[in-house]
């Protein structure tokens, strides 16, 4: 028998890589639409190429780094399958069959490029083994051009001829194919002939219940061809239409369907109607259990399912508990049974929740995907089998990479995202690296990071003693809580890890206090005209002032002015005259802090902050104190105290508020000794690091051409 090498391409548009990627690394437990595939052969798989994290992100980032424009119907990438007839493999070792689809890849890869190769991994757990290679269609000279590789039909020939004149040195029994060009014929998709085979062992079926009626089993046998009718007729329709996409024949399943309907009308002589609705009504009530509490734990749905009951007039009757819906009383008591399994379901997810809560109190980790940078390892707390994080040293160093680059005023997630792309380090999204530099779990959590938390509001399970600068922490949402997490803290949970943190908690606050402080201006914009950007606001309505000019001469414009003219102006303010009024602020700002006095100063705390967390804590033990009066207390009385009580929470909310904003914007001593050098030199400082001075010196200011107003960290 004939032994053929095989291969096919197929273009992807748009974004289908998701359910391909699924398809080819075997993500899904089952595959019901491809029922050759068997799972327990699965880890015979293997990889010729592994890719380098999800499909989409590796695609899109290879177009971005070749700078290509996409239009919604390129072709993004190209699927190819690789594969023998199976009759090729019989008696072949696994070794032989690894041998042969290596040569297969070498082949593709000489063709488009190892640089643009997705992923390309060898199936051996159907029927024939076969190998998908998925590649960007980008030319040598970085277009994304799928036609140009490919060609046309004529250069797709040539492909084929290319390919068994590569493979059949090797192996020399492979023919070549018979060209589609001379036959005419179009490829059938590999779904499609699965799913004629499948309709196919249907329609035996059918016809054999069909064959099988006689006047002893006439009722039994047609309701048995009635429910194989049921599910084949639409299968038959969908699988035909699909089909006239194909110049391919399909009278004979055609003819076979028209056939069977003749059957099937005739042996039910105009019944069919009436018996296919009857058996909707049964397949809607075939789940009804025995149990009346197996029957629905919620009210709703049971009291849906009694309404199509009425529908059909149909009376349920329970065989174990005697309920009769058909009586008043049946319906009642069957209604208090529903009412207890609602109950006992909401207590079971409500025990659910208990159980991962306390468990995140202890530190356990509560599974999902490990951070990157870490994977898991099995460890014993409290006599408890969980896991606990253990880092990858060569993803850890990304990670702190990130960290680095991020502390620096200037920098955004592209740059990062920009960088990693330029030197071929994993792909990550925007998104994605947020959620890193937000995640404590890699920080060396000492007590600078207990009293930042404690200053967000943000419930510490542990005490400031446990925070030794050597483990990461677990951040878990606060029961009932919602929201964004990045901006707002207060309310969550802070649990210490068993794992070692990454990066110092000096560089960790950085980064997590840019981020806080980019919820009410963007940090990470380049300036290019003046080092205040995103620093100097409007003085009369707060929002920010922007470099303005041309030919030397350089000015500030409110920016609300120029979008709606509803703003007045901040009047005429020449960026060099303010940027040289700031640069004197700063000097005489920093001068006292080079004394030793005025070191030691600088060790001690804002007198704001300290005000505003004793009057916190004069507020919580007022609360305490109300709250022990309301034993005993006349309905007089707690009128008053809920009053008293409501007033005195909205007041700790503001403070806890100020507090956060004011614990953002904290510089410590070490960080005024780094910029002291700085303004001494300050004409031979390049513009970087001009912004990251006033990024650590100031928090805002607000000019006019009749005042500046600087708000300091220090």
């Not at 493979?167 to 070549?176: A, F, G, I, T």
């Given at each position: 028998?004939?032994q053929?090498a095989?291969?096919?391409f197929?273009?992807?548009k748009?974004n289908?890589a998701r ?5 080819h690394?075997r993500?899904?437990?089952q595959?019901?639409?491809n ?9 015979y798989?293997f990889?010729?190429v ?7 992100h590796?695609?899109?980032s290879r177009?971005e ?7 919604k119907?390129?072709t993004r990438?190209?699927d190819t399958?690789?594969?023998a007839?199976p009759e090729?493999f ?11 689809f290596q040569r297969?890849a070498?082949?593709l890869?000489?063709?488009v ?5 997705v992923?390309?991994v060898v ?9 998908h ?5 980008l030319?040598?000279?970085n277009?994304l ?14 492909w084929q001829?290319?390919?068994h004149?590569?493979?059949?040195e090797k192996?020399?029994?492979?023919e ?7 036959t005419?014929r ?6 499609l002939?699965?799913?004629?085979v ?11 219940a ?9 009722g039994k046998?047609?309701e048995e061809?009635?429910s194989?009718?049921?599910?084949w ?5 969908d699988?035909?239409g ?7 024949t399909i009278?004979?399943l ?7 309907e003749?059957r ?5 002589s105009g019944?069919m ?10 397949s809607?009530l075939?789940n009804?259990?025995r149990?009346?509490d197996?029957i629905s734990?919620?009210?709703l749905d049971f009291a849906?399912?009694m309404?199509l009951f009425q529908?059909y007039?149909?009376?349920f009757v329970?065989s174990t508990?005697?309920?009769d819906?058909?009586t008043?009383m049946?319906r009642?008591?069957l209604n208090?049974?529903i009412v207890?399994?609602q ?9 659910g929740?208990?159980a991962?809560?306390?468990?995140s109190?202890?530190?356990?980790r ?15 707390i ?7 994080l253990?880092?990858n040293?060569?993803?850890?160093e990304q990670v ?12 955004s997630?592209?740059?990062i995202v920009?960088?990693f792309?330029?030197?071929g ?10 959620s890193i530099?937000c ?6 959590a000492?007590?600078d990071?207990y009293?930042f938390?404690?200053?967000q ?8 003693a ?13 029961r ?31 980064c997590r ?7 009410s201006y963007q940090?990470?914009r380049k ?24 030919y ?11 979008d ?8 005429t ?7 040289a009024v ?10 006292p802090f080079?004394t030793?006095?005025?070191r030691k100063?600088a060790m001690k ?7 505003l967390?004793?009057e916190?804590?004069q507020?919580?033990?007022e ?6 009066t ?8 707690l009128s008053?105290?809920n ?7 909205g007041r700790?909310q503001?403070l806890v508020?100020k507090i956060?904003?004011l614990s ?5 001593p070490?960080?005024v000794k780094?910029?002291?050098g700085y303004?001494?030199?300050?004409e ?11 990024d650590?010196?100031i928090s805002?200011?607000y000019a006019?051409s ?8 220090i």
């Amino acid at each position: 028998m004939a032994q053929h090498a095989i291969l096919r391409f197929e273009k992807h548009k748009g974004n289908p890589a998701r359910p391909l990627e699924a398809h080819h690394e075997r993500q899904k437990k089952q595959y019901a639409s491809n029922p050759d595939i068997d799972t327990s052969r699965s880890k015979y798989n293997f990889h010729i190429v592994k890719p380098e994290g999800r499909y989409y992100h590796f695609i899109q980032s290879r177009i971005e780094q070749a700078g290509c424009r996409t239009r919604k119907d390129s072709t993004r990438f190209v699927d190819t399958l690789i594969t023998a007839s199976p009759e090729f493999f019989k008696k072949k070792s696994p070794k032989e069959i690894q041998a042969l689809f290596q040569r297969a890849a070498e082949f593709l890869i000489g063709r488009v490029g190892r640089e643009n190769i997705v992923s390309a991994v060898v199936h051996m757990d159907e029927k024939t083994p076969h190998l998908h290679l998925t590649f960007v269609p980008l030319t040598k000279d970085n277009r994304l051009c799928a036609k140009e590789i490919l060609g046309n039909r004529a250069n797709l020939t040539k492909w084929q001829d290319d390919f068994h004149a590569y493979m059949v040195e090797k192996y020399p029994d492979l023919e070549r194919g018979e060209s589609a060009s001379k036959t005419g014929r179009k490829h059938i998709p590999t779904r499609l002939f699965k799913q004629a085979v499948s309709l196919s062992k249907q329609a035996r079926a059918i016809e054999a219940a069909l064959d099988g009626i006689n006047p002893l089993n006439a009722g039994k046998k047609k309701e048995e061809a009635l429910s194989l009718l049921k599910k084949w007729f639409p299968q038959m329709e969908d699988f035909s239409g699909q089909l006239k996409k194909y110049k391919v024949t399909i009278k004979d399943l055609l003819e076979e369907n028209e056939k069977l309907e003749a059957r099937a009308k005739a042996s039910e002589s105009g019944k069919m109607k009436d018996r296919m609705e009857r058996a909707k009504l049964e397949s809607e009530l075939q789940n009804i259990q025995r149990l009346v509490d197996r029957i629905s734990r919620s009210i709703l749905d049971f009291a849906n399912m009694m309404e199509l009951f009425q529908q059909y007039n149909v009376e349920f009757v329970s065989s174990t508990e005697k309920f009769d819906t058909s009586t008043p009383m049946g319906r009642t008591m069957l209604n208090i049974c529903i009412v207890f399994a609602q109950l006992e379901r909401e207590t079971i997810q409500k025990r659910g929740a208990d159980a991962y809560y306390s468990r995140s109190l202890k530190g356990f980790r509560m599974g999902g995907k490990a951070p990157y940078g870490f994977h898991t390892e099995p460890i014993k707390i409290d006599g408890i089998n969980t896991k606990k994080l253990v880092a990858n040293p060569e993803e850890a160093e990304q990670v702190k990479l990130m960290f680095e680059m991020y502390a620096e005023p200037g920098t955004s997630y592209g740059d990062i995202v920009r960088h990693f792309a330029e030197h071929g380090i994993k792909y990550f999204s925007r998104p994605a690296l947020a959620s890193i530099l937000c995640n404590p779990i890699y920080v060396k959590a000492d007590l600078d990071i207990y009293k930042f938390f404690k200053s967000q509001g943000t419930v510490i399970v542990n005490d400031a003693a446990d925070f030794t600068g050597m483990n990461g922490c677990y951040f878990y949402r606060g029961r009932g809580m919602k929201g964004d997490t990045k901006h707002n803290l207060q309310g969550h949970t802070l649990v210490m890890a068993p794992s070692e943190g990454l990066v110092s908690s000096e560089l960790w606050l950085k980064c997590r206090k840019k981020i806080l402080a980019n919820a009410s201006y963007q940090a990470g914009r380049k300036a290019v005209n003046t080092w205040l950007a995103g620093k100097i606001k409007c003085g009369r309505c707060q929002k920010a002032l922007k470099a303005e000019g041309s030919y030397g001469r350089w000015y500030f414009r409110c920016s609300k002015r120029s979008d709606n003219k509803s703003c007045e102006g901040a009047g005429t303010l020449r960026i060099p005259d303010t940027e040289a009024v700031i640069y004197a602020a700063m000097v005489k700002k920093l001068k006292p802090f080079q004394t030793i006095k005025g070191r030691k100063n600088a060790m001690k705390s804002n007198p704001k902050l300290t005000a505003l967390q004793v009057e916190l804590a004069q507020v919580q033990h007022e609360i305490e104190t109300l709250i022990d009066t309301l034993t005993g207390a006349n309905p007089v009385l707690l009128s008053y105290v809920n009053s008293k009580i409501e007033e005195l929470d909205g007041r700790k909310q503001e403070l806890v508020k100020k507090i956060a904003e004011l614990s953002v914007d904290i510089i410590s001593p070490e960080q005024v000794k780094e910029i002291s050098g700085y303004l001494d030199t300050w004409e031979d400082v390049d513009f970087d690091d001009k912004r990251r001075v006033v990024d650590l010196m100031i928090s805002a200011i607000y000019a006019t051409s009749e005042s500046i107003n600087i708000i300091w960290k220090i």
